[in-house]
T-cell receptor, first 117, second 116 residues
């Protein structure tokens, strides 16, 4: 079974600074997808960024980028120029590319990100 | 394009009762997944519906059941409610066409269920 671990229950960052959230996962598969979702107090789970395991290039979306280390099974999220609106719970998630598992997302426990002004 | 919507937003039930939660998928999406998120934890996969049939299930007992309708909307039914069923229930929709390689799930705002 696949597992996702987020070892940082809570992180703080100063506005305009950079912060990195950590995520490791365990799988025996070679083809899969990794995601970072953001969940603000409004509860709506918002997709931040996704990475296909077959792609060596790290995904980027504006101020958000990932460091995907497939051999180490590590998938960290870097947020540059942090803004107050970035404050939320961040979840790392794994999805198998195998049709056997359908759409099942396996989530980590989450990291609360606080942004200080 | 409309996003994923869920109803109701909040619900209070007592132990032993039954509850039905509803989800309307994003326009153009044909697959719905349901997740249970206990307070302070990550979401746990309950099951997925594709073409009106259950297509994948997590470690949840049979008293958790669902439906998907021809318009791709979905219901989650929970019978014989227990105190531990208190959680945020999230619905996510996606488009599955041919292979699943490129689809991404989009979540609704959730239904907060409290069982007393």
């Amino acid at each position: 079974a696949q597992t996702v671990t987020q070892s940082q229950p809570e992180m703080s960052v100063q506005e305009a600074e950079t912060v990195t959230l950590s995520c490791t996962y365990d799988t025996s598969e070679s083809d899969y997808y990794l995601f970072w979702y953001k969940q603000p107090p409004s509860r709506q789970m918002i997709l931040v960024i996704r990475q296909e395991a077959y792609k060596q290039q790290n995904a980027t979306e504006n101020r958000f980028s990932v460091n995907f280390q497939k051999a180490a099974k590590s998938f960290s999220l870097k947020i540059s120029d942090s803004q107050l609106g970035d404050a939320a719970m961040y979840f790392c998630a794994y999805r198998s590319a195998s049709a056997e598992y359908g759409n099942k997302l396996v989530f980590g426990a989450g990291t609360i990100l606080r942004v200080k002004s | 394009e409309t996003g994923v919507t869920q109803s109701p937003t909040h619900l209070i039930k007592t132990r032993g009762q039954q509850v039905t939660l509803r989800c309307s998928s994003q326009s153009g999406h044909n697959t719905v997944s349901w997740y249970q998120q206990a307070l302070g934890q990550g979401p746990q996969f309950i099951f997925q519906y594709y073409r009106e049939e259950e297509n994948g299930r997590g470690n949840f007992p049979p008293r958790f059941s669902g439906l998907q309708f021809p318009n791709y909307s979905s219901e989650l039914n929970v019978n014989a409610l227990e105190l531990d069923d208190s959680a945020l229930y999230l619905c996510a929709s996606s488009l599955v066409s041919g292979g699943i390689r490129r689809e991404t799930q989009y979540f609704g705002p959730g239904t907060r269920l409290l069982v007393l």
